[in-house]
Nanobody, 127 residues
């Protein structure tokens, strides 16, 4: 079992920045690839970014590439999502998730690849 707790969400103006954290406890954190997903009101949950177990590989959805950076610190059992140049369309609940595959594959963008999920943190970007 892995327990995930997100933090760092909040209200920010367009163009601003936030850093989300995902603290993990339980089984070995470095055994998992980590992903961030988001869900806006009335929309389906969508993939945002993922990072392999070692941190050497990352992948982003097109709409956030160049603005968001995913990272991890295995010594601290924590994954991060640095979000810059935020836009109103980034408004959503952001979830972190753990994928036991550990490396990034074509399935990394699929929510059903992830075994464990956090409770989510709200990000609101005002125009």
């Amino acid at each position: 079992q892995v327990q995930l707790v997100e933090s760092g969400g909040g209200l920010v103006q367009a163009g601003g920045s936030l850093r989300l954290s995902c603290a993990a406890s339980g089984r070995s954190f470095e055994s998992y690839a980590m992903g961030w997903f988001r869900q806006a009101p009335g929309k389906e949950r969508e993939f945002v970014a993922a990072i392999s177990w070692s941190g050497s590989n990352t992948y982003y959805t097109r709409s956030v590439k160049g603005r968001f950076t995913i990272s991890r610190d295995n010594a601290k059992n924590t994954a991060y999502l640095q979000m810059n140049s935020l836009k109103p369309e980034d408004t959503a609940i952001y979830y972190c998730a753990a994928d036991p595959t550990a490396v990034l594959t074509a399935a990394t963008i699929r929510a059903d690849s992830y075994d464990y999920w956090g409770q989510g943190t709200q990000v609101t970007v005002s125009s």
